[in-house]
């Protein structure tokens, strides 16, 4: 597989070690925090589901309560178990009913009785997690029974319609019609709510809310359709966001097979504070590691606002980054669907050779992990044959680098969200260049001196020299500095902030403590 | 399945279409309203003129989304539906044996200077289209095939001359309606050389053809694209031997 | 030029167009039947069904040619034309000197959920778009950016807090009209806001506006697809320096 | 440019040899026979043009009546001649009109007087060739001028409207948009007039007449763009059919740059008579080699009826045997473009990687000739979409394998004849595809027994197999038998027979004279 380009492997040690470098003061720092989300994520674990009559969930409501109380410095295990072995309320959510009315006072356990308590938590958190273990067997079983992905690249196709009765029957037509992936977009504007919507929803504009019965539809439609199928159909949904930890444990419990995860997007494309995205990103992934999702990174987004030549290098440091803050959070390599896209301007000459040198560069770099190939997107227009020929072309540079998941493109990317028929013309085109020219990987051999060698050997210089500012100045630093898709994000602003705490002394959180056992 | 429906883009009702064409005017904000002013007429309601090109100095081709408020009523379709069995050739044989007592005769033919023979050969040769052999295989029918770029006189002596109970034409060439004069053409030329009770069964086939404009053409049938040699020896049988 | 012109496929006049749909209804001839309904009612005549694609149990798209008689009247098209001078940036600084005698604010922004930035920047950021140069770069100009995801409630309090002469918004989310509900509720809240002589200028742009909508929905002005910053600088100078 | 294939030249030699040996009896017809077009021809390069009031050309009428006195056998010159010596007319056009009003009589001169009239005929004659000449000269002075076209392959599209007024705008526009080569299609049924029509003509079904005038209306037309473009634009036709020998003297005496003179497409694909075409073939070829025409074979025609696959060894050898007689004829390698086409079924596995074996098979085994390389056609649907990707595809085999002559094909190709957006879009295709991937040949090296060079190398065998057949049994027998293109096609039948004869011991003919010189 590996060795088309010819890679220097000191230079590949060298830019992992520097990774590590930048990324462990940030390991530290998600050490030393807590949020709001990772807090609610460890109630949900413990079971705690609804909403008011409002559609605020529980656990925002007794999470809220907590805080207004004791502080979030502690965690919400101490006082939460304290109040129920108080015998306030006979569970979590009469607990919360109750706080949210204003009926109970939360405390800080000591001594003996925190011990008593940490026990009760970590019984019940750990119920949680053992059903997300019970999920992963469930389907590894179902991949025996059915059969998995007929070949690699997996075709992942989004459904987008904002009405999950509507996504359904599409998503199960697309599978019908070789979807090996179904992701279910989200809606405009829900990576910013700080509280993750309930029940069954047909309101998304442009993507349909990510909840937990909506996972659980979806995931259920798509059980039928891989047994109607005989292969086992993969659902993704998305993590970033202000509410990572808690959809990371959702979609563990409802199965989900993938999530978009990364390190940055929140913070990049979001304006989300960058030390609670960091510290929510790792607890996000812990939860991820025991549940065998694969996660989906975001390089790919860079492109859509950076040139995607001028920056090919800052999409290669951030998957080198996401690649350690994935492995430290106890990711292995099958579960990196790391990002990248083709999103070179067509009309730069030799334009699909760079894509080739661009895309063969991630593969090398990476050569266990499944990596995430995305389609045009800023460069398609109106004109929806050329952007039906783009598509295939991207196709067969996915299928000449070996790329593990394939995002299928639509003709008409800068029109409309997918039609039922944009899908199916878009799985005619990567049906046919997997067919007929999937095999072209063999006669492909880039001229050890040509473009695209030398192309791929410049990204990744320039990758070492930017990883090596990156370590010196600091993560944080190079993220205010615009460093990344153009965007400056100081650590001190953006979205979310004020759901991040340091943590105190005696902090406890059962579902950390779990997931870090491992 | 209700009897009114529209288009579906993304969502059951939204009556979304795609549209592309050419203007023969110069690309300005006046050509992408005049795209607009052509998307209305046609029923689009928004219509979004998203692409559009400069071809020329004198052309703009233009790309348009829209929803169309048209109403399909699924009732009011007419299809020319098969209004025969669909027989194997074993029934079509025993068909002609029992009625005829004699084999079948068809002429076929690409009249014309139509040279697309392909579409013509699927229904005669014995290879036939689609799995389905061609009519030389059927044991009660003569096939005579005479090819390319038949004139429409050398068709009629021929069918005189083989005492053809049936004429099969293909037309595939379609600008500028050649392949409508020439059906007419050729209905008209057997309509003078026989007299009505006699004249042969006429059949046209191509993948351009209207199923519904038999009766316009003069012809007894038409058949369209991907038409099997298996429904057309059904016709022929229920037409001539039943 | 004559005002009356038709599509043009291969031949002056001739009327062709290309359609493409999906219809929820099983392939069948009488699908293909309700293709071509559908495209009559559009006008096409005749109208060729080429393509039929069954998409699962339910559904078959369609791919149609055919000429279409409606006429486009040049004459009757109606466009946004430009109707204010196209200034150089120097002509702008000098025309808000002139008559202001203090600097332009504009305050821009994303509303709504929607998060796509790079259209507004273009407008606002001095890279600019096109080859020009955005609004930061007129020194007369004072640019306000508050980016994404930015509630109507902030926007009106920036607007108030700024003294903003002009409100810049941008809208690329159009699914379930989402840029036309979030336009309405926007100018809603500053006709509330302000006393109508004291209302800033509003101005929405995307690539998916009809220019044509402003009075429908409230704003002074819609700029689409492919707005360049000095379009923009010229019609504020136009509007609020003359 | 050679040796991805690493043929064995020993074989190669084997192949060509054979072709030779299937070639040369069909040549030795050639010289023993003349044909009705061949002498007309040659009073068209005398300089006989126009037509009566019913539009039967002069040449044909004066051919007739001298038919009809003596006979075909001594060619049309030493009775033409014989009766301008005698102060018939005083010039050809009189003479003809003389001669359908049935007041000439044609006899046949012999002896001293014969070879003062043979002195004439080749004088006139002459001139006309040098007429040729000058225009071969005048192309040269052209290209000079304003440049060549800009790259291989030359991109060549096709104009059909029936109408040459409408033609020529759209042609114009087509060079406007990149076309290096404009092919004016002709309309159906020419290939079976045994006559060339006169003048401009509007009536044409998909596509427009050939006539000397309608060339030279296009061809103005060109030098027009060629000025406005600073590049000279080139323009075809079609010779093939039973006008051939007369087609190809018009296109040199109008400069036409390339013509469709397949030596076998008359018989396979519009039942004209082998022993007719071969003659009328062998002649045209002699006209266009001193007009230093390019010819473009009709290989890919095959494919249209013959599967590409299961055929692809007939295209091999008709192009061997299509080499054969050009070069026999005096056409230069650079002359030779060669067809064939991209033709497989799109839904076999790997089909686009046989077809780059089958297009590298081609271009290695005639490294030095201009390849024409046709689209898909026959697997276009009614799918447009699709339609545009395939071509897509096309294209990149067309720049991997250094293909000289690019047919632009079209998304229409199933639904129409190419409208005016076709052109542009498919011209927007092939530009894409050669500025952001041609240079792929680069990085493409079919490993030496993978599927392409094996592929390759069984066309190669199977092609010789077949070339021993014919040179056993006879070039004649197998086109009878139907080897190429499914099509039987004895040589006793077919049209055009009664016009071809037996020379006679005394026949002449000036233009062969003067033609087999060089
Ligand atoms: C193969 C082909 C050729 C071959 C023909 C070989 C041969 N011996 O037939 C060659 C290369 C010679 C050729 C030449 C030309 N062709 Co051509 N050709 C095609 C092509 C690629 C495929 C046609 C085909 O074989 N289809 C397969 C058969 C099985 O389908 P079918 O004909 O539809 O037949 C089915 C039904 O319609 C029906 N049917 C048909 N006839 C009949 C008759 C009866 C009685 C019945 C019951 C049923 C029936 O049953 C058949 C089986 O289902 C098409 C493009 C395309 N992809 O469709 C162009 C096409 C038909 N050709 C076209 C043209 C214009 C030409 C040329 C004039 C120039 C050119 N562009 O190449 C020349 C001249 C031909 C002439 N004088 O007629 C145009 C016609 C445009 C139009 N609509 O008017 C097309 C559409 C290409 C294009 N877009 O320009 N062509
Ligand atoms: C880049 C991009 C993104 C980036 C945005 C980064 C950023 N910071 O802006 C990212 C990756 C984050 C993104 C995310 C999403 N996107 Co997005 N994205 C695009 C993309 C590829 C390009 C848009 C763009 O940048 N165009 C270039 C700019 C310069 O053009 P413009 O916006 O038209 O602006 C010009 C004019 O319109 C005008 N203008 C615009 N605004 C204003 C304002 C004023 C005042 C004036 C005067 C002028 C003006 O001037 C500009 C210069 O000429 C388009 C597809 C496409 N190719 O168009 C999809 C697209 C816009 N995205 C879409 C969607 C649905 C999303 C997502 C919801 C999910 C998804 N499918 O990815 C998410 C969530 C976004 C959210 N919450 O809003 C859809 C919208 C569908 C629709 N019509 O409703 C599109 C069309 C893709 C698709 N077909 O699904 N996206
Ligand atoms: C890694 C990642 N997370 C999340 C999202 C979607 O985020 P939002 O829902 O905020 O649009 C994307 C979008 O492409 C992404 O790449
Ligand atoms: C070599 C050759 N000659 C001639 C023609 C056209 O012949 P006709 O005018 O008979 O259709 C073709 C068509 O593709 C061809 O390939």
Chains 1, 4 share one sequence.
Not at chain 1, 406 to 414: D, N, Q, R, W, Y
Not at chain 2, 2 to 23: A, E, K, N, W
Not at chain 2, 51 to 67: C, Q
Not at chain 2, 90 to 108: D, F, P, T, Y
Request: glycine fraction near 8%; include cysteine.
């Amino acid at each position: 597989m590996t060795g088309k380009l010819d890679l220097d492997p000191v230079t590949v040690r060298k830019a992992r070690s520097l990774a590590r470098k930048a990324g462990r003061p940030i390991v530290k720092l998600a050490h030393q925090h807590t949020t709001v989300s990772v807090e609610r994520a460890t109630l949900r674990l413990a079971g705690l589901s609804g909403a008011d009559s409002e559609g605020t969930p529980w656990a925002n409501r007794l999470l809220d309560a907590v805080r207004a109380d004791v502080g979030l410095e502690h965690g919400v295990a101490l006082p939460v178990w304290d109040a129920l072995a108080r015998g306030e309320a006979e569970d979590l959510v009469t607990l919360a009913q109750k706080a949210s009315a204003g009926s109970v006072r939360f405390d800080l356990p000591e001594g003996t009785r925190a011990k008593r308590v940490r026990a009760a938590s970590r019984r019940q958190v750990g119920a949680g997690i053992r059903q997300i273990d019970r999920r992963r067997t469930e389907r590894e079983r179902l991949i025996k029974r059915h059969g998995d992905a007929p070949r690699a690249p997996w075709i992942y196709l989004i459904v987008a319609t904002g009405d999950i009765y509507e996504d359904i029957p599409q998503a199960q037509q697309a599978a019908r019609e070789g979807a090996d992936v179904i992701a279910v977009i989200r809606s405009t504007g829900q990576s910013l709510l700080d509280f993750v919507p309930e029940g069954a929803t047909r309101e998304g504009f442009a993507g349909t809310y990510a909840t937990q019965e909506n996972f659980r539809l979806m995931r259920a439609a798509l059980d039928e359709s891989s047994k109607e199928l005989g292969r086992y159909v993969r659902l993704t949904n998305y993590a970033s966001g202000l509410c990572m930890p808690e959809i990371a444990a959702l979609a563990g419990l409802e199965r989900l097979d993938m999530m978009l995860n990364d390190s940055m997007y929140g913070i990049l494309f979001r304006d989300i504070n960058p030390v609670r995205t960091f510290v929510d990103q790792r607890f996000s992934r812990q939860v991820h590691a025991r549940a065998g999702i694969i996660i989906n990174t975001g390089e790919d987004n860079y492109l859509t606002t950076a040139d995607a030549v001028e920056a090919a290098h800052t999409v290669t440091t951030s998957q080198l980054l996401n690649e350690y803050f994935a492995k430290e959070a106890g990711l292995e390599d099958w579960q990196l669907g790391l990002g990248h896209a083709f999103e070179i301007d067509p009309a730069v000459p030799e334009s699909f050779r760079l894509e080739l040198a661009h895309a063969l560069l991630a593969r090398e770099l990476f050569p266990k992990a499944p990596l995430k190939w995305m389609p045009p997107t800023r460069h398609m227009t109106g004109d929806v044959f050329r952007g039906y020929l783009l598509d295939g072309f991207f196709n067969l540079v996915g299928a000449m680098t070996g790329q593990g998941i394939l995002l299928v493109g639509m003709m008409t990317e800068a029109v409309v969200t997918p039609w039922l028929s944009d899908r199916d013309l878009a799985l005619q085109n990567v049906r046919y260049v997997l067919d007929a020219a999937g095999g072209l990987r063999e006669d492909f051999h880039p001229a050890p001196d040509g473009l695209i060698a030398t192309r791929a050997r410049q990204v990744l210089g320039e990758t070492i020299d930017l990883l090596e500012r990156i370590a010196d100045e600091g993560l944080l630093d190079a993220i205010a500095d615009g460093t990344f898709g153009l965007m400056r994000r100081p650590a001190d602003a953006g979205k979310g902030l004020e759901g991040v705490a340091r943590k105190a002394a005696d902090y406890y959180n059962p579902a950390s403590e779990i997931l870090e056992e491992k | 399945m209700s009897t009114l429906v529209r288009p579906y883009g993304d969502t059951t009702g939204d009556g979304m279409v795609q549209i592309s064409f050419t203007l023969p005017v110069p690309h300005s904000k006046r050509a992408e309203g005049a795209a607009q002013q052509l998307a209305a007429k046609m029923g689009l309601d928004p219509a979004l003129v998203v692409h559009a090109r400069p071809m020329g100095p004198d052309f703009t081709f233009f790309v348009v989304y829209g929803r169309v408020h048209h109403l399909v009523d699924l009732d009011a379709v007419e299809v020319i539906e098969r209004d025969y069995p669909l027989l194997t050739p074993k029934e079509v044989n025993a068909a002609i044996k029992r009625s005829l007592s004699r084999r079948l005769v068809v002429l076929g033919a690409c009249i014309g200077t139509d040279a697309h023979t392909v579409g013509i050969d699927a229904i005669l040769n014995i290879k036939g289209f689609a799995g389905e052999k061609g009519l030389e295989y059927y044991r009660e029918i003569k096939v005579v095939n005479m090819g390319a770029q038949v004139s429409v006189p050398q068709l009629v002596d021929r069918a005189v001359a083989e005492q053809a109970d049936a004429v099969l034409v293909s037309q595939v060439v379609t600008q500028r309606d050649a392949h409508l004069l020439n059906t007419r053409e050729m209905s008209a030329a057997f309509g003078e050389a026989f007299p009505a009770e006699k004249r042969p069964l006429l059949v046209v086939g191509g993948p351009r053809f209207d199923e519904a404009m038999a009766g316009e053409l003069g012809v007894d049938r038409i058949f369209g694209r991907g038409t099997t040699p298996g429904e057309v020896a059904s016709f022929l049988a229920h037409r001539l031997a039943s």
